[in-house]
């Protein structure tokens, strides 16, 4: 049987027309969504979830195009942009009988949720972001050979055609590159819950391919738009990242100050897949962000 979130009911619910995103809730109280991340499914939430299910009512979807979620083709170049995204999150929270909620974010889903902070400021009433910097930010500080180390930022962001070609070649060498490179801890993804992360990413490399090309498009485009209109997050904002800013050269916290006024900026010592890798810091961060 395929592990799933101890004590949670997974819901197909419609967000948009021919879009259904697939979402394991569980508990009961306030609500929390938590937001997947590359390459990832709602799963890895699987601790953080059930810790948090003792007193609020906590929604992890699959964005669409990845998981079980609907995969809708690309036909425009904003299908996945993180607008598009963020309103189907808000959507499905609504579907599910809730005007305003609190929304964490790890990686892709740490993009996600801050486009829906921005276009949605009076939804959203706290917000986490896992180990990410906003789009624009992100593009601003990758130079160099530094780089190198986000070449699938690249890879993704060309024309359609060859990078779905070439990813999908070799799925599991792909995506299992980023679970081996980015985890401290190998043990924190046993071998059940790595096969459903790869099973779901094989079916879904033109979706996935057409998520990052959007950020490195549209989504800068929307993110360039907020910052000259001098738009920040408006709710209390928590950030855990890795001490990756130092090693690029660049201070994360004052990025993320440009946006977040009201921030509460953590670093961590386990790798990327924090919410596996150091559950109980993560817990303790997003029930301090929720206590402000």
């Not at 963020?86 to 009988?97: M, Y």
């Not at 921030?263 to 790798?271: E, K, M, S």
């Amino acid at each position: 049987m395929a592990p799933q979130i101890t004590g949670f009911t997974e819901r197909r619910v419609t967000v948009a027309d021919g879009v259904a995103l697939n979402a394991a809730v569980g508990g009961s109280g306030s609500p929390v969504v938590l937001l997947h991340g590359f390459p990832q499914t709602h799963l890895m939430w699987r601790h953080v979830a059930a810790d948090l299910a003792a007193d609020h009512t906590v929604i992890c979807p699959d964005l669409r195009g990845y998981g079980a979620s609907d995969k809708p083709v690309d036909a425009d170049g904003r299908t996945y942009s993180k607008r598009t995204m963020a309103a189907d999150v808000v959507a499905l929270v609504r579907e599910l009988g809730h005007d305003r909620f609190a929304l964490a974010g790890h990686d892709r889903g740490a993009l996600v949720a801050i486009r829906a902070g921005l276009d949605h400021p009076d939804v959203i009433t706290h917000l986490a972001s896992l180990d990410v910097l906003p789009t624009l930010d992100t593009w601003d500080v990758l130079h160099g050979t530094t780089a190198a180390v986000a070449f699938h930022l690249y890879l993704m962001a060309q024309p359609p055609g060859l990078p779905e070609k070439l990813i999908a070649g070799a799925p599991d060498d792909f995506f299992g590159h980023f679970l081996d490179l980015w985890a401290n801890d190998p043990d924190a993804i046993p071998a059940d819950v790595r096969e459903v992360y790869l099973e779901a990413c094989r079916e879904a490399v033109p979706s996935i391919v057409a998520d990052y090309r959007a950020s490195a498009t549209v989504d800068v485009e929307h993110d360039q738009a907020d910052r000259e209109a001098g738009n920040h997050l408006r709710m209390p904002v928590a950030v855990l990242q890795q001490d990756w800013g130092s090693a690029l050269g660049f201070d994360a916290a004052a990025r993320w100050r440009a946006w977040a006024p009201d921030l509460d900026h953590r670093t961590v010592t386990c790798g990327h897949f924090m919410a596996e890798e150091a559950p109980g810091e993560v817990v303790k961060a997003l029930r301090d962000l929720l206590a402000r």
